[in-house]
C-alpha cells in the first residue's frame, strides 16, 4: 500500500494529472453558467414495452452544448456538479424540464412515461419531494407519467432522509426505479424495504446475454426476483436483435437501447413517436 501511495503521489505531478487537473477547473468554472446560459438539454431515449414493440415512455438524458456546438456527455460534468453542489439548480431544472415535455407530450395525446435521473446528493437534501410536487403542479402533469432513477447506493442510506423522501413521492404516485441494477450493492432487503416500480438491469448484463460469458444467467435471476417482488424490469443497452429476443424470452418486460431508439433531442422524439403511429397507451 505504501508502494503504491508513493506511485500514486508521484503520479500526481504527470502532465497527464495536470491536464485533468485543468479540465476540471474548466468544468467547474463553465457549468455555473450553462444553467443561465441555457446550454443545457434534455435529450429523450424511447423506451418499448417488448410485448408489441409498444412505446411506452422515454428516459430524459442531460447534455450540455456549448455555444460552439460541442457536446459534453453527463459522464464528464454530472460528478463535478455533484462536487460543486450546482447538482441542485440542475437537477431541478431537469425536473422541471421533465415535467414540461410531459405535458406538452399529454397535450399531443401522447401519455408516456417520462424517466429521469437523480443524484443521490439530491435526495440527501431536504425538500426534493416538494419540488416534485411543485413541478408536476406547475405543468399540470398527473404523477403516473413520472418515473424518477436512482442508483443502488441510494438504498444504502441508513438516514431517515431517504426512505421518508421514498415514502412521499410513492403517496404522491410518482414510480421509483433502480438504475444499473445489478453492478452495486444488491441487497433484498433494502428491495423490500424501499418498494420499486422497476428495476433498470444494467447493459453489462445484456451484453452478457449473447457474447458467451453467463449466456444471460444474471439477467435471468433478476427478472425472477422482480417477478416475485411483484416489480418491473427494463434492460439498458440492447443493440441487437439477438439480446431483444433473450429478453423476450426471460420474460423481461421492457427494453431501451440503440437497437430501438438512441437519445434525440426533444423535436426529434415528437417526430419518432409519429413514426410509431400505434397509439402508445404507457399509462392510461
Ligand atoms: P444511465 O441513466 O444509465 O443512462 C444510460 C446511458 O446509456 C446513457 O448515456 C445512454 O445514452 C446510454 N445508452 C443507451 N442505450 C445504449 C446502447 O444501446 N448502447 C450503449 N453503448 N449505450 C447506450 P449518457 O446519456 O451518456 O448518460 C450517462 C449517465 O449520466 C446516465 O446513465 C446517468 O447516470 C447520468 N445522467 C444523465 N442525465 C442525467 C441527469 O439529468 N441527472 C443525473 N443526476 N444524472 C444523469
Ligand atoms: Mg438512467
Ligand atoms: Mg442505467
Ligand atoms: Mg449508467
Redesign the pocket.
Known sequence: AAKEAGRANHQFFTPELNKRASERMWLESNLRHALADNELELHF?PQFAVDGRRLVGA????RWRRRDGTMI???QF?PVAEDTGL?QPI?DW?LGEACRRAADLLARGHPLLIA????AVQLRRPGLADRVAFWLDAYKVPARCLEL?VTESVLMDESDMVSNTFARLREMGVALAI??FGTGYSSLSYLKRFRVDKLKID?SFVTSLTDGSDGGAIAEAIIGMARSLRMQTLA????TEEQFGGLARLGCDQI???LLGR?MPYDDFVAFIARHADAPEAVG
Do not use: A, C, K
Request: hydrophobic share 30%.
Open positions: 431515449q428516459e430524459g438524458l442531460l456527455p453527463p459522464g454530472i447538482i437537477g431537469v429521469i435521473n437523480l443524484s432513477e438504475d444499473d447493459r439498458e443497452g440492447v443493440e431501451q437501447g440503440y437519445p
